[in-house]
């Protein structure tokens, strides 16, 4: 994978960072996009002092422009996109009876409709060099559901027929699109949920512990990795055991 140009959204934190890490231990070139210029930065300097080379781009996934931004600076500096990871997401959690509309349509603009539109400008690109490989954060609650997450779950529930619909579209092209569903990960997006639940959520993982965002990470790497070149359109399981 050395010298290959990898695009990671909401790089900045948790486990998009994790992602971008991973990556740049494997000596891959990392765009790292977050919504924040200070943090996203940050984590770009980070990796680059692992020896890769690393830029970051402040930008809002749900918005086109920014979207094309995104690319156009990536091929400025590397000239090319292999990997793309859209990691982005939001939650705006509420009940669906007290859901307010720009509740829901936030974080399916976000979580879907960023990934999208990033998938769009890759794939563009990705189809010129005959290679590319996608791997969309889904969620677990896309498959289980998830009291007060109706926008959420919805939006990482439509992020698999995505994958699948675009792993059709372009297998004949070099192209692959998979897509992993991580259980509960500690990270800032989780942190507020209240002690209870966690006590609740942690009774119902069989391996008894809540992931961190290696464990994402080290899935994310292999799918993105020539080694994963037969498989294309999954949704990769990634919870300890607490969905099968
Ligand atoms: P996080 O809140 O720690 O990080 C989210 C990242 O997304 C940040 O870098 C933020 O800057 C970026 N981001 C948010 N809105 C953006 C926008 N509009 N444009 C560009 N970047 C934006 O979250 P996390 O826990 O690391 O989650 C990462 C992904 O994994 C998300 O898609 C999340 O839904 C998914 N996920 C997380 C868990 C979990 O338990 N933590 C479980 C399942 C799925």
Redesign the pocket.
């Known amino acids: 994978m050395k010298g290959q140009v990898a695009i990671v959204?909401?790089?900045?934190?948790?486990?998009?960072?994790a992602i971008a890490m991973a990556l740049a231990k494997k000596s891959v070139k990392v765009v790292v996009?977050?919504?924040?210029q200070e943090?996203?930065s940050q984590t770009a300097k980070e990796l680059s002092n692992l020896g890769t080379d690393s830029i970051a781009i402040a930008?809002?996934?749900?918005n086109s422009a920014?979207v094309k931004n995104i690319f156009d600076s990536t091929i400025k500096e590397f000239g090319k996109v292999d990997i793309l990871i859209n990691?982005?997401?939001?939650?705006k959690d509420a009940l669906i009876i007290r859901m307010k509309d720009e509740e829901w349509d936030r974080v399916i603009d976000?979580?879907l409709k960023?990934t999208f539109l990033c998938c769009r400008e890759a794939i563009k690109l990705m189809i010129k060099q005959k290679y590319g490989r996608i791997i969309n954060?889904?969620?677990?609650?896309g498959f289980m559901g998830n009291i007060g997450q109706a926008n959420?779950s919805a939006s990482?529930a439509a992020i698999a027929g995505l994958t699948k619909t675009l792993a059709k579209e372009y297998a004949n092209r070099g192209i692959t699109v998979n897509a992993v569903?991580?259980?509960?990960?500690?990270?800032?997006?989780?942190e507020t949920i209240p002690e209870n639940i966690k006590t609740e959520m942690l009774r119902s993982i069989p391996m008894g512990r809540f992931?961190v965002?290696e464990d994402?990470a080290n899935v994310v790497v292999f799918l993105a990795s020539p080694e994963a070149s037969y498989i294309t359109g999954q949704i990769l399981h990634v919870n300890g055991g607490m969905y099968m």
Do not use: E, L
Not at 9 to 17: D, E
Not at 33 to 36: D, Q
Not at 59 to 62: E, K, M, T
């Open positions: 959204t909401g790089g900045s934190r948790g486990i998009g960072k996009v977050g919504t924040k943090t996203t930008a809002d996934v749900s920014d990691n982005a997401g939001i939650t976000v979580n960023g954060i889904s969620s677990i609650v959420y990482k569903a991580p259980g509960f990960i500690t990270t800032d997006m989780t992931g965002p994402i």
